[in-house]
């Protein structure tokens, strides 16, 4: 069974940075694509970056691109998303999960959801 568990969200001022932590377990990580996504309220999950099993392919929305970066650690099952330079419509709560092809970007392309995260930030 897929499990997938982030942790790393809070709340920062406009500028500010988090790094958000993902530890994966019950999939065959090392050779998954993993994502984050994002939902704020009343909206729907959107894709925010995604990193291919080897960390060759990394894919951003544009949105995000300069500002985050996700990273993987294969040996301990963990997937990160530095968040850097965070803007107000940043706040959402954040989700990682499994992608089922290498280039994975749709959210009915990705199971095993966590519970997501929580990341607001303040104007």
């Known amino acids: 069974q897929v499990q997938l568990v982030e942790s790393g969200g809070g709340l920062v001022p406009a500028g500010g940075s988090l790094k958000l932590s993902c530890l994966a377990s019950g999939l065959p990580f090392r050779s998954s694509t993993m994502g984050w996504f994002r939902q704020a309220p009343g909206k729907a999950r959107d894709f925010v970056a995604r990193?291919?099993?080897?960390?060759?392919?990394?894919d951003y929305a544009d949105s995000v691109k300069g500002r985050f970066s996700i990273s993987r650690d294969n040996d301990k099952n963990m997937v990160y998303l530095q968040m850097n330079s965070l803007k107000p419509e940043d706040t959402a709560v954040y989700y990682c999960?499994?992608?089922?092809?290498?280039?994975?970007?749709?959210?009915?392309?990705?199971?095993?959801w966590g519970q997501g995260t929580q990341v607001t930030v303040s104007s």
């Open positions: 999960a499994r992608g089922r092809f290498l280039l994975s970007s749709a959210a009915d392309e990705y199971d095993g």
């Open positions: 990193i291919s099993w080897n960390s060759g392919i990394t």
